[in-house]
């Protein structure tokens, strides 16, 4: 089972990076047309960096085309701010693929690239996140000391300006690091900072409203992960739970794809309880869900998270019928579009 598990670990890990940007495939025409119409150079990069990182879960050979144009428009602009951006977005949807060498190595680069810009100009708020940005890229390398090193850097910097979202997410990466250095005492300590920090951001801020929620719903789900390391499951799914009600007040366009998202993870965190008939029904839940909003994508966690229940169960004919089925298949294509081939044969040869 030890395998297995391995397996298991790693196909839950490849859907991580869908949490971030779950839009319709529908969605990828209305923001070519945009991108068509738009009339300044400031629309145009936001429409690009929308597009690429939107692109990015469904066909990241076009992601690379319009990431691309992001970073040619930005450069021609001379504008520091656009230019920084543009390779934040790149960093950032490289990084959707963290468990690819060449991934990796992309996404450190933009971003180094983007700090550089932003340490010319003195730009110190960019100098700070872009760190963050590094250190939690650097944990997937993984070089826990490296990511360290960048988040003490960026804290000493970010404690010095007014920004509580920055203190945030500064406070958030803190507790990845020292959680996987195994340092459980502090990085619980960093996320509860975090969550402090977050609850105190006033509505009528320049952070406050949308910005606020979503700062807060990410330290529910960074505590709830923290929990789910040491198999409090319980209290994992508590602010798991909390999390997905946070949604309710959210004004984003894409909150029925995040309710998907999360109910899988609730799901996984079932399952770790071996409440496993819980489990399932959060999955097929998920994948219904996906569905209604006519969504291919954002089944596939579903897919994969039913198919890790059946190999975490012992049960490998409903496992090898499932991988045979129709679900099966389109997710075995979605693997193989990826580049990853080898994980589906891997997921045959444990089963």
């Known amino acids: 089972m030890g395998y297995c598990s391995r397996v298991s670990l790693f196909l839950i890990s490849l859907f991580i990076c869908i949490k971030s940007y779950q839009q319709q495939e529908v969605l990828v025409d209305s923001l070519k ?8 150079i400031k629309e145009k990069a936001t429409l690009l960096d929308n597009l690429s990182r939107t692109l ?9 085309i319009f990431g691309k144009q ?19 977005s790149n960093g950032l949807r490289y990084s959707y693929f963290a468990g690819q060498k060449d991934y990796i190595n992309k996404s450190v680069e933009s971003y ?5 810009i932003a340490r010319q100009n003195k730009l110190e708020a960019e100098v700070g996140g872009i760190q963050l940005k590094l250190a939690s890229v650097h944990l997937a390398i993984p070089d826990k000391d490296k990511a360290l090193t960048y988040v003490n850097e960026a804290f000493s910097l970010i404690s010095t300006l007014a920004d509580d979202s920055l203190k945030t997410e500064a406070h958030v990466t803190y507790g990845m690091v020292y959680l996987a250095k195994n340092e459980k005492t502090l990085a619980l300590r960093h996320y509860l900072n975090a969550l402090r920090i977050a609850e105190g951001i006033k509505e009528n801020d320049k952070e406050g409203g949308n910005r606020k929620v979503d700062l807060v719903r990410n330290c529910y789900h960074y505590l709830a992960d ?18 997905y009600k946070k949604l309710d007040e959210s004004k984003k366009r894409n909150v029925a794809y995040q309710r998907v998202v999360d109910i899988n993870y609730i799901g996984n ?6 409440s496993y008939d819980i489990a399932i029904g959060y999955f097929e839940r998920s994948i219904a869900m996906a569905d209604s909003l006519k969504f291919a994508t954002l089944k596939m966690p579903g897919y994969v998270s039913l198919l890790n229940q059946y190999l975490r169960i012992e049960q490998p004919q409903k496992a090898l019928s499932y991988m045979n089925s129709e679900p099966g298949q389109n997710l075995q294509k979605y693997l193989n579009g990826f580049g990853f081939s080898s994980v589906t044969d891997q997921a045959f040869a444990v089963i």
Do not use: V
Request: no cysteine; glycine share 2%; net charge neutral.
């Open 33 to 40: 047309t945009a991108l068509a119409k738009a009339p300044t």
């Open 56 to 64: 990015m879960n469904i066909n990241p050979q076009e992601a690379d």
């Open 70 to 88: 992001l970073i040619n428009i930005a450069e021609e602009s001379r504008d520091r701010k656009i230019m920084i951006d543009a390779y934040k």
């Open 112 to 116: 180094n690239k983007a700090l550089t």
């Open 226 to 243: 923290f929990y789910r390391t040491i198999e409090d499951y319980d209290r994992a799914i508590d602010y798991a739970t909390l999390a």
């Open 269 to 274: 965190l079932f399952a770790g309880k071996k």
